[in-house]
């Protein structure tokens, strides 16, 4: 990291954003722990749990972190049928993430996960990492989502390891990339301490009551899973290729006072977007990485309106 960036993110003085880069560099701070066996017939690279009745919704979570993290979005929203996402090694056995390529190949089996399930254009909703994935969908499989939602995420989180208005090089960031993944796969069920993996995980939200909702989603993440990933989101430079994606999008960006202005923030976002012109921007605040936690009531409303193709 430079030292611009390593003064930055104790304030979160550039953008929200931030933090997502701790979360992907920190959860070497989790334990893998075993979970229950998963139904062998369904996705091999995760798995889905559907409730509810009405126009489909997949809702996708991001790095190191369950299912759980859309529970409370999902109980509040009536009218359509949720599927939560949950990929292996994230709440449950690692399975086939455990070794190789994972992006790509989740990529291919939510595919076909809508072909097989007969879903027509489902709105797709990606927190940071599932953000990421989502709109790798749209890219790979224009035919399949009717509306994309990306939840602060971007196309690619090198950006925001360097100094604001530089270019990241792929040679430095591979580099990176490759030497936090080793460290990740070798810290696989080593046990760190409660208080280190807090100090971590408070730096998601504002509203601290909600720090043993952070422990419950993450307690269970694999970091063999969570290194590959690291590798995989760092390497991804998708600022061109989102053109490519030709359904609505939004992007929900968080933002706080005591920050950078929001303005400046929301042109940061639309800069990464800039492929993606007609993409709508909203900014919800304050709040930090986990908005959905944050604002609650905000995000339902702003989902409900990119649900009704507002």
Do not use: C
């Amino acid at each position: 990291m430079t030292p611009f960036f390593n003064r930055l993110r104790p304030e979160r003085l550039f953008f929200a954003y931030a933090s997502v880069l701790l979360l992907l560099a920190g959860v070497t701070l989790l334990i893998a722990r075993p979970a229950a066996a998963q139904d062998a017939s369904g996705p091999v690279r995760f798995s889905v749990e559907v409730s509810g009745e009405g126009p489909d919704v997949l809702f996708i979570p991001g790095l190191s972190t369950s299912r759980e993290v859309w529970r409370d979005t999902v109980d509040g929203l009536d009218g359509h049928r949720a599927h939560l996402i949950q990929l292996r090694g994230f709440g449950e056995d690692a399975g086939v993430n455990a070794r190789g390529p994972i992006m790509q190949p989740v990529v291919n089996e939510l595919a076909r996960y809508i072909r097989d399930n007969d879903l027509r254009q489902p709105a797709v909703i990606g927190h940071s990492l599932g953000g990421l994935l989502a709109m790798k969908l749209g890219v790979s499989h224009p035919d399949l989502a009717g509306r994309i939602m990306i939840v602060d995420s971007m196309p690619w989180f090198a950006v925001i390891t360097v100094i604001p208005g530089t270019e990241p090089q792929m040679t430095a960031v591979t580099a990176q990339a490759e030497q936090m993944r080793a460290m990740m796969l070798g810290l696989y069920g080593q046990e760190i301490p409660e208080a280190a993996n807090d100090a971590l995980l408070r730096s998601y939200i504002v509203d601290q009551t909600n720090l043993p909702l952070l422990r419950e989603w993450t307690a269970d993440a694999d970091p063999r899973v969570t290194g590959q990933l690291f590798y995989e989101v760092m390497i991804a430079d998708m600022r061109q290729d989102i053109a490519a994606i030709t359904v609505p999008v939004t992007v929900i960006y968080p933002h706080r006072p005591g920050a950078m202005p929001q303005e400046s923030v929301a042109a940061f976002y639309r800069q990464q977007y800039a492929a993606l012109p007609a993409a709508q921007l909203v900014g919800i605040g304050p709040a930090a990485h986990f908005v959905m936690v944050d604002q609650p009531e905000a995000f339902r409303e702003t989902l409900q309106m990119f649900l009704s193709g507002q």
